[in-house]
């Protein structure tokens, strides 16, 4: 099953050659399917999705390009890399703007999850376990969202379910022009994960 989302933005994020980052902030709306893509592999996934996003006020369509990864595959934007044997996704102006992406067990226990990374978050600083609106509207579902922050780096820690199949992330995000761009851009990627 393929999830296709919409994404706020205030800047372009076309391949326009510009290593700068959109600025994208916003809610994500399902859209369609691009029923024209190209399938790749058995599963019959195709090799290409478009995503909405709305940008300034106007909707555009942005494509994104199936990457594989550990069990799993994902879309992604050209302003993301994809290191499928490390399953992270970067930016590509500033690979310090990271997500780690694991596939859980069907047998993972949520609360030593939890315990572990809340260890390793607090070396960053006091660590808080998000709530409702506190929570970026593309995660708003996750069954647990964990965040740390200094002046000059954000680390969150976040379980969700897509598509009956769980997985945690570990957003390394830095602050800078890119915060909100990255964020949303990462989220739609991850939400769109298909399960192989």
Known sequence: MVLALAACSENKAANSGNDEAPVVTGTAQ?????AADPVSGSGGTPAEKTFELELEGMKEEKTAVLAEGNGYSLYVFDIFNFDATNDKLMMDFDENYNVEIEKL????NLDELKTVAEAVL????????????????????????????????????????????TYAFKVNKPQGEASDGFETHAYLMLNAIVTQ
Do not use: C, F, W
């Open 122 to 165: 607090s070396e960053l600083g006091e660590v808080h376990e998000l709530q409702d609106n506190e929570i970026h509207p593309l995660m708003q579902d996750a069954l647990l969202v964990l965040k740390s922050g200094a002046s000059d780096l954000t680390k969150q820690y976040i379980v969700k379910d897509i598509g009956g199949s």
């Open 105 to 108: 067990p069907a047998d993972y």
């Open 30 to 34: 399902p859209t369609r399917d691009t």
